[in-house]
């Protein structure tokens, strides 16, 4: 092979190797993105229920059947 072969080569890897590192250090980026976004989801399930534990309303059942009467 030429010089100039060999060299473009050697330029092929490097860039191949630049591109593989970054696309780890991307894929790492995303999953703990990924982690964060699910954990807010969490916390902001979390804050809505609080809200309406805090919000003095009258909890209404589920289901008719599980209504109680107010004579009870």
């Known amino acids: 092979m030429s010089d ?3 060299e473009r080569i050697v330029n092929l ?3 191949q190797a630049f591109l593989e590192r970054s696309l780890d250090e991307l ?3 995303v999953r703990g993105l990924n982690l964060e976004v699910q954990r807010l989801h969490k916390e902001v399930d ?4 609080q809200q309406l534990e805090d919000s ?3 909890k209404r ?3 008719l059947e599980d209504e109680v009467p107010p004579h009870y």
């Open 27 to 29: 894929d790492a980026v």
């Open 46 to 49: 979390r804050l809505q229920r």
């Open 13 to 15: 890897e490097i860039k």
């Open 4 to 6: 100039a072969t060999d």
């Open 61 to 63: 059942p589920a289901r």
């Open 56 to 58: 003095g309303e009258p």
